[in-house]
C-alpha cells in the first residue's frame, strides 16, 4: 500500500539565516536539531521535512515566505517495497526506463547509493544540488536519479554484473569530488533481467546488499562487506567475483561455442552445475537450448523438481576450466566495447536509415482517427509501383480470393484498413533492403527472398489465430532482419567476424552476434521500430524473434515470427542440394525451447509432427506463390 506526503525542500533563504525565528521555526516543525538547521541554511537546497497533510504544509511554506525563504513543495509516495519516499513523477522516468531496458534486451545495472558523512557529528551537502554532476560523470545512456538528500539511483545500460567493479569506483569518485572526500558511500546493486524485471524487484535486492566504500587514515579506497543476505551478488573483498557468481555468470554469458561446449557435458554433470545457481538463471539457461536437444526433457524435469546433485564438486571442476577459457578469449573481452560502440553508433539521430516516405504516409493517416478509407487509398496510389505489388499479393493464390481485386480501395474493403496499410509498409522497404550496401557480406536479394518468405508463412500460419488479426503479422515478418542491413552498412568489418566465426562453427548467426556484440540484429531492429514509431507489436517481433520469452505480453507474436524465420530458413535449406548436417544443426539451434513453449499455447497439437506437417505445408505454399518473392524486383 502506498502512502502519500508532500515534501517541502529549501532552495534559498535570502537572510542566510540570521532572522532569529527562523532557526526555531525549524526545529520545531521540522524536528531538525539547531546544528542540522545552521548547516542547511548555508548550504540550500535541501530536504526540511515530509508533511502528511496539505493543509500543514500550506501553514508552513506562508510561514517561510514571510521570512524569506523560498520553498518546493512536491509529492512524494511511500511504498514498503522502497527503502525510500519518491516523486511519483520520477518514478514513473524510471519505469520507462525500465521499459526501454527490458525492449532492449540488454543487461543493465541499478546501482542504490546512500551516502553519509564518516563522522556523525558532520553533514553532508544534499545531493538534491548536485544532479547535474552527478550525470556529467556518467555515461550519456546512463540515467541518473537523485531521490533525496542522501540516496540517488544509477541506472548503467548495458553494465553487466560483471562489470559493476568499474561503476562502484566512478560512482565513489564523484561523491568524493563533488561531495567531500571523508564520507561513507553504501552501494547495492541488482541487474537487469537477471534479477528482475521491475524497479520494485531490484531495488529489494540491492537494498539488503550494500557494499560500503571508505577511506583509511593513510587515504586509501576501501572496500567492505557490510551485509551479505543473497549469495549471488556477494562479493569478496577482494573485488573478484564469487564462486556462485562465476557459475551464473558463465551459465548467462556463455554464447555461440561455449554455450554448445556446455551443452555438450554428460546430462548429469551439466545438471550438477546448474543446480548450484538460481532457479531463474537455470530457466534462462534451459530456453536457449535448441528444440531438439536430447537435454530438453531431462532438464526440464530437473529443473521443475530441483533434483539432487550427484557430485558438485567435479562438475565445478568441469565449468570453472570453460570460464577461464572463456576469460581469456577475445570476443568475450571485447564484447562490453563492440556493444558500447554500437550502441552510442544507434543513440545518434541520423544513424538509422529513413522510413520510405510513402509508408510514412499511410502510417500517419491510418492513426488520424478523422482519416477516411479514402484518405488511406489516395495515399497509397501516390506510389503506383508500391499499387501493383499490393495487388499481386492479394490477388495471389496465398489469398485464394473467389473473384479478382482490381483497385485499392476494393482490397481495403474487403481486407480491412489494418492489413493494406500494414502491407504498404512492409512492402514499400523492398528498397531498403535491395539498395542496401552489404559490403558483398550478404546477396541483398536473397535477403529480400527470405523475409518475403518469412512473411508469408508467419500470415499462413496465422489463418486459425484471430488474435493477431491487426497486429501486423505480415510485416513484422518483413521486417524482422532489418538489424541485419544495419550491422553489415555501418560496421562491416565486426559482421565480417561474425559471418566468419558462424561459418566456422555449428553456431547460429544470432548467437554469434551475442557472443561477439553482446546484441544480436533484433536488438537492432528494436531501435529501428523505435525510431520510426511502429507499432509495439511489431517492434517487438523484430526485438525478440530469437528469445520470445523476453517479449512479454508480445511473447506469442514474437514467438510465431521465430518459428517463420526458421520454417523459411529450413525450406531454404532443403532445396540446396550441397546443404549438409552442419548446416542443418545450424539452423535447427536457431529454433529453440524458447520457442517451443510459446508454440504449445498457440496450438495444443505441437510437438514434432507438427513441425514437420507445417514444413510440407508452408514449402509447398511459397511454390505455389513463388512469383511474389520477387515483388521487390
Excluded at 545500460?157 to 567531500?180: M, N, P, R, W
Excluded at 530457466?283 to 521443475?304: G, M, V
Excluded at 535491395?434 to 518468405?453: C, E, F, Q
Amino acid at each position: 500500500m502506498m502512502e502519500t506526503s508532500y515534501r517541502v525542500i529549501l532552495k534559498k533563504c535570502s537572510t542566510g539565516g540570521h532572522h532569529v525565528e527562523l532557526p526555531r521555526f525549524l526545529t520545531k516543525e521540522f524536528k531538525l536539531s539547531l546544528e542540522k538547521v545552521a548547516h542547511i541554511l548555508r548550504h540550500p537546497p535541501a530536504v526540511l521535512g515530509d508533511f502528511n497533510t496539505k493543509e500543514n504544509v500550506e501553514v508552513a511554506r506562508k510561514y517561510l515566505f514571510n521570512l524569506d525563504v523560498e520553498c518546493d513543495v512536491i509529492t512524494v509516495i511511500k511504498d514498503k517495497r522502497l527503502p525510500f519516499a519518491i516523486d511519483p513523477r520520477q518514478l514513473k522516468w524510471i519505469s520507462k526506463e525500465f521499459s526501454k531496458t527490458l525492449r532492449a534486451g540488454v543487461e543493465t545495472s541499478l546501482f542504490y547509493v546512500t551516502v553519509e558523512p564518516d563522522n556523525e557529528d558532520l553533514f553532508l551537502p544534499s545531493l538534491l544540488g548536485k544532479q547535474e554532476e552527478l550525470e556529467n560523470m556518467f555515461r550519456f545512456s546512463d540515467s541518473v536519479f537523485v531521490i533525496d538528500d542522501t540516496t540517488f539511483v544509477l541506472l548503467g545500460f548495458a553494465t553487466d554484473g560483471a562489470s559493476c567493479d568499474v561503476v562502484f569506483k566512478k560512482i565513489v569518485y564523484c561523491l568524493e569530488k563533488h561531495i567531500q572526500k571523508n564520507i561513507l558511500v553504501h552501494i547495492g546493486f541488482a541487474v537487469i533481467p537477471d534479477d528482475g524485471k521491475s524497479f520494485y524487484e531490484l531495488m529489494s535486492i540491492a537494498k539488503n546488499n550494500p557494499v560500503c566504500h571508505k577511506k583509511n587514515i593513510h587515504g586509501d579506497q576501501q572496500k567492505k562487506e557490510t551485509i551479505s543476505l543473497r549469495t549471488d551478488t556477494t562479493r569478496q573483498t577482494n573485488g573478484s567475483l564469487s564462486d556462485f557468481q562465476q557459475l551464473t555468470f558463465c551459465f548467462n554469458k556463455a554464447k555461440g561455442d561455449f554455450y554448445n561446449e556446455l551443452t555438450a557435458m554428460p546430462s548429469d554433470v551439466l545438471w550438477d552445475a546448474l543446480s548450484t545457481i538460481s532457479i531463474s538463471d537455470q530457466k534462462k539457461f534451459f530456453l536457449q537450448l535448441p528444440h531438439d536437444s536430447h537435454l530438453t526433457y531431462y532438464l526440464a524435469e530437473k529443473i521443475k523438481k530441483q533434483s539432487a546433485p550427484r557430485d558438485i564438486a567435479a562438475a565445478k571442476k568441469i565449468v570453472h576450466e570453460i570460464i577461464n577459457r572463456m576469460k581469456l578469449d577475445e570476443s568475450l573481452k571485447n564484447r562490453q566495447v563492440n556493444m558500447e560502440k554500437v550502441m552510442l553508433h544507434l543513440n545518434r539521430v541520423d544513424s538509422i536509415f529513413t522510413m520510405p516516405t510513402i509508408a510514412m504516409q499511410a502510417y500517419s493517416v491510418a492513426s488520424d482517427p478523422e482519416s477516411t478509407m479514402d484518405d488511406i487509398v489516395e495515399k497509397i496510389l501516390l506510389a503506383p509501383a508500391l499499387t501493383i505489388k499490393i495487388l499481386k499479393v492479394v490477388n495471389s493464390p496465398f489469398y485464394g480470393l473467389s473473384h479478382k481485386i482490381s483497385s485499392i480501395k476494393d482490397a481495403v474493403v474487403l481486407m480491412g484498413t489494418d492489413e493494406v496499410v500494414n502491407m504498404a509498409f512492409g512492402l514499400s522497404l523492398s528498397e531498403s533492403f535491395l539498395n542496401a550496401d552489404l559490403k558483398g557480406l550478404m546477396d541483398p536479394k536473397t535477403l529480400w527472398h527470405h523475409s518475403m518468405g518469412t512473411a508469408l508463412i508467419a500470415k499462413y500460419l496465422c489463418r486459425d489465430l484471430p488474435q493477431f488479426k491487426d497486429m501486423g503479422i505480415f510485416t513484422a515478418g518483413l521486417i524482422h532482419d532489418l538489424g541485419k542491413i544495419y550491422l553489415i552498412e555501418n560496421f562491416s568489418q565486426l559482421y565480417t567476424t561474425v559471418l566468419s566465426r558462424a561459418a566456422e562453427n555449428t553456431v547460429s548467426i544470432s548467437a554469434v552476434e551475442q557472443e561477439i556484440m553482446g546484441m544480436d540484429h533484433g536488438r537492432i531492429g528494436q531501435s529501428i521500430g523505435e525510431t520510426w514509431n511502429l507499432p509495439d507489436p511489431l517492434i517487438h517481433a523484430a526485438a525478440f524473434h530469437h528469445q520470445p520469452s523476453a517479449a512479454g505480453e508480445y511473447s506469442l507474436f514474437a514467438a510465431l515470427i521465430g518459428f517463420s524465420d526458421y520454417l523459411s530458413n529450413m525450406v531454404t535449406l532443403k532445396g540446396t542440394p550441397d546443404a549438409d548436417e552442419r548446416s542443418m544443426q545450424k539452423v535447427n539451434q536457431q529454433f529453440k525451447v524458447d520457442h517451443m513453449i510459446s508454440m504449445k499455447k498457440l496450438f495444443s497439437n505441437f510437438n514434432t509432427q507438427f513441425i514437420e506437417r507445417s514444413l510440407a505445408d508452408v514449402s509447398d505454399m511459397l511454390k505455389e506463390n513463388s512469383h511474389l518473392l520477387d515483388l521487390a524486383d
